[in-house]
């Protein structure tokens, strides 16, 4: 009778495949040091964080490849539409306060919005409008099933220059694409009012009221809109394939103006400006682990935690949506447009943070995340 494979490693070496004993690298650096070799991936500063404490941060390949600079834990990145589900878990502590309620038609607080029509029908020639079946609520805005077009043209190209109040405006004239709650249509428009009303209700401009509220209480002391120029210089820059597809060039982020630092001509964007580091996100994601509560203090209630990271979007759109979440089988999270990312597992009691600047990868560089994702889920997920 072949034995089975036993605990003691020499008759397990003896009697047992070796294919049965292959186990994850012992470090995530190991892991993906090959995609840096491959010229697939510049850097990345990976993390896993559990309930009561940072599990793994670790680091590979270079924040800048020309001047050889490695990539470190404190290394900062343009987090752009991950700032979304922080904006939606602001707007969830005014809906704790019972100072605003998630299915309040936006117009209530905003009311440029009375009026808003939707396209009933569009070609080259005319656009015929009518009036909506309701007028957006603050829960469509949050789930991306308000109807409103991803950005306005005072967002081109940069998405920064305008004021919060004027650009929500901008989104106010502008007739919805579709008929509110009906389709799923990814919206940074619908996330920057969402910014916008959380400074009409709370009295307070929206970056300080992320500041005072979130940023400052749960430690996250490098997460801004404004890069200072200590900051900046820790920000790892921004890579494409090359024209080759077989190699990275670096290339500056045409979304923002610079100086990063200039307070005075660049405005905090609710649904994509802000930057952070690994270690700052993996507060973030922590406070969710634990139902929206992290060192004794509560941030969310149970109810508005619930809120935040269930389905919202309904079974007659395929799209899984929360509010400001991504929704998969057993997780929560978001991810930015220069290919950052963050995944929330309860059950599991771990959360993954992925901070890379890149706007496509060669060749495997893609799989990247993902090798790391199982890697984690593997090593400390059991």
């Given at each position: 009778?072949?034995?089975?494979c036993p605990?003691?490693?020499l008759?397990?070496?003896?009697?047992?495949?070796?294919?049965?004993f292959?186990?994850?690298?012992a470090?995530?650096?190991?892991?993906?040091q090959?995609f840096?070799?491959r010229?697939?991936?510049?850097?990345?500063v990976a993390?896993?964080?559990?309930?009561?404490?940072?599990?793994?941060?670790e680091?590979?390949?270079?924040?800048?490849i020309t001047?050889?600079?490695a990539?470190?834990p404190d290394?900062?990145?343009w987090?752009?539409?991950?700032?979304?589900?922080?904006?939606?878990t602001?707007?969830?502590m005014l809906v704790d306060e019972g100072k605003?309620?998630?299915?309040?038609a936006v117009?209530k607080?905003?009311?440029e919005f009375r009026?808003?029509?939707?396209q009933?029908?569009?070609?080259?020639a005319?656009?015929?409008l009518?009036?909506p079946a309701?007028p957006i609520?603050?829960?469509?805005?949050?789930?991306?099933?308000?109807?409103?077009?991803f950005?306005?043209?005072?967002?081109?190209p940069?998405?920064?220059?305008v004021?919060l109040?004027?650009l929500?405006r901008s989104?106010?004239?502008?007739?919805?694409?579709t008929?509110?709650?009906t389709?799923?249509?990814y919206?940074s428009a619908?996330?920057?009012?969402?910014?916008?009303?959380i400074e009409?209700v709370?009295?307070?401009k929206?970056e300080?009221f992320?500041?005072?509220?979130l940023?400052?209480?749960l430690g996250?002391?490098d997460t801004t809109?404004w890069?200072d120029e200590?900051?900046?210089?820790?920000v790892?820059?921004?890579?494409?394939?090359?024209?080759?597809?077989?190699?990275?060039?670096a290339?500056?982020?045409?979304?923002?103006?610079y100086?990063?630092?200039?307070?005075?001509?660049?405005?905090?964007i609710?649904?994509?400006?802000?930057f952070s580091?690994g270690?700052?996100?993996?507060?973030?994601?922590?406070?969710l682990?634990?139902?929206?509560?992290l060192?004794?203090r509560?941030?969310?209630?149970?109810a508005a935690?619930?809120?935040?990271t269930?389905?919202?979007?309904?079974a007659?759109v395929?799209?899984n949506y929360?509010?400001?979440?991504?929704?998969g089988?057993?997780?929560?999270g978001h991810?930015?447009?220069?290919a950052?990312?963050m995944?929330?597992?309860?059950?599991?009691?771990l959360a993954t943070?992925w901070m890379?600047q890149?706007a496509?990868?060669p060749?495997e560089?893609?799989?990247?995340?993902g090798a790391?994702?199982?890697?984690?889920?593997?090593?400390?997920?059991?």
């Amino acid at each position: 009778m072949k034995p089975t494979c036993p605990t003691i490693a020499l008759v397990a070496a003896l009697f047992c495949p070796a294919s049965l004993f292959a186990a994850a690298p012992a470090t995530s650096t190991a892991l993906l040091q090959p995609f840096v070799d491959r010229h697939e991936l510049a850097g990345a500063v990976a993390v896993v964080v559990g309930r009561d404490k940072v599990i793994s941060i670790e680091t590979v390949g270079f924040a800048d490849i020309t001047a050889h600079k490695a990539m470190k834990p404190d290394a900062m990145f343009w987090i752009a539409s991950q700032t979304k589900p922080m904006t939606a878990t602001a707007l969830m502590m005014l809906v704790d306060e019972g100072k605003v309620a998630l299915d309040d038609a936006v117009e209530k607080h905003l009311p440029e919005f009375r009026g808003q029509m939707v396209q009933a029908e569009k070609d080259d020639a005319h656009t015929l409008l009518r009036k909506p079946a309701h007028p957006i609520t603050i829960r469509e805005v949050l789930s991306h099933m308000s109807g409103m077009p991803f950005q306005s043209a005072l967002e081109t190209p940069t998405y920064d220059t305008v004021p919060l109040a004027a650009l929500v405006r901008s989104y106010a004239i502008t007739p919805l694409q579709t008929e509110p709650g009906t389709h799923y249509q990814y919206s940074s428009a619908g996330i920057n009012t969402a910014g916008r009303i959380i400074e009409v209700v709370s009295g307070m401009k929206y970056e300080e009221f992320m500041q005072r509220r979130l940023f400052t209480p749960l430690g996250m002391k490098d997460t801004t809109f404004w890069p200072d120029e200590k900051q900046a210089r820790r920000v790892a820059k921004s890579y494409r394939p090359d024209a080759t597809k077989t190699n990275l060039e670096a290339f500056q982020i045409t979304q923002l103006a610079y100086p990063l630092s200039d307070r005075a001509h660049r405005f905090p964007i609710p649904g994509g400006g802000l930057f952070s580091t690994g270690q700052d996100t993996a507060r973030f994601c922590q406070m969710l682990l634990n139902g929206g509560e992290l060192n004794g203090r509560r941030y969310l209630s149970e109810a508005a935690f619930k809120d935040l990271t269930k389905r919202q979007t309904p079974a007659s759109v395929k799209d899984n949506y929360g509010l400001c979440f991504a929704l998969g089988p057993d997780w929560f999270g978001h991810g930015g447009a220069q290919a950052t990312g963050m995944e929330i597992r309860p059950e599991k009691g771990l959360a993954t943070i992925w901070m890379v600047q890149h706007a496509g990868f060669p060749g495997e560089g893609g799989k990247a995340q993902g090798a790391f994702k199982n890697w984690a889920l593997e090593r400390f997920g059991k």
